[in-house]
T-cell receptor
Framework: DTGVSQNPRHKITKRGQNVTFRCDPI?????LYWYRQTLGQGPEFLTY????????KSRLLSDRFSAERPKGSFSTLEIQRTEQGDSAMYLC??????????????FGPGTRLTVL | DAKTTQPNSMESNEEEPVHLPCNHS???????IHWYRQLPSQGPEYVIH???SNVNNRMASLAIAEDRKSSTLILHRATLRDAAVYYC???????????FGQGTELSVKP
């Protein structure tokens, strides 16, 4: 399978704990995006990387959230001191450089986080 | 960011055409119109995009109004597998992030 993969697919944690999610984009895709989706809503943009550089962060990305893409390949999203409001589906997408702004993004299956 | 407006839900019968409307009256000249869909328990998937002209691909057709303030996604023959939430999105040029709205939940009846 050469699509975007995300791990874990499901995570249940207690409030106050830290969690980390991983996204493996399509090989050679230089742009990687993180989105968050709560029940019944469309995905909301969180942040994106071009290679290893984090170029934009949404105001939704509070200080408890940090994302990295150390070698320009896989990315991690960490949430510290989780709160119940963090419960959501976290989606990762990647996109190649060629094709300009119209080029499609390829989404992974998401990581569903439940904070108890 | 420019906004889109879509009906919350629509119904269709299997093997009939479906026209999913989208209003985007504040669209700017450089905004591409993208459609993505999200099947249950999956991430969104790309359907089609366009700038000014109507577009066709193997999945659907996109009809864009002459003033670009609205567009319509056309599924020529709906199948049960087309039941999903369809999102109309104006693609931001810088960075390419997608700004999703509520989308239209399409149900297909056999």
């Amino acid at each position: 399978d050469t699509g975007v993969s995300q791990n874990p697919r499901h995570k249940i944690t207690k409030r106050g704990q830290n969690v980390t999610f991983r996204c493996d984009p399509i090989s050679e895709h230089n742009r990687l995006y993180w989105y968050r989706q709560t029940l019944g809503q469309g995905p909301e943009f969180l942040t994106y990387f071009q290679n290893e550089a984090q170029l934009e962060k949404s105001r939704l990305l509070s200080d408890r959230f940090s994302a990295e893409r150390p070698k320009g390949s896989f990315s991690t999203l960490e949430i510290q001191r989780t709160e119940q409001g963090d419960s959501a589906m976290y989606l990762c997408a990647s996109r190649g450089l060629t094709g300009g702004p119209a080029h499609e993004q390829f989404f992974g299956p998401g990581t569903r986080l439940t904070v108890l | 960011d420019a906004k889109t407006t879509q009906p919350n839900s629509m119904e269709s019968n299997e093997e009939e055409p479906v026209h999913l409307p989208c209003n985007h009256s504040t669209i700017s000249g450089t905004d591409y119109i993208h459609w993505y869909r999200q099947l249950p328990s999956q991430g969104p998937e790309y359907v089609i995009h366009g700038l000014t002209s109507n577009v066709n691909n193997r999945m659907a057709s996109l009809a864009i109004a002459e003033d670009r303030k609205s567009s319509t996604l056309i599924l020529h023959r709906a199948t049960l597998r087309d039941a999903a939430v369809y999102y109309c999105i104006l693609r931001v040029f810088q960075g390419g992030k997608l700004i999703f709205g509520q989308g239209t939940e399409l149900s297909v009846k056999p």
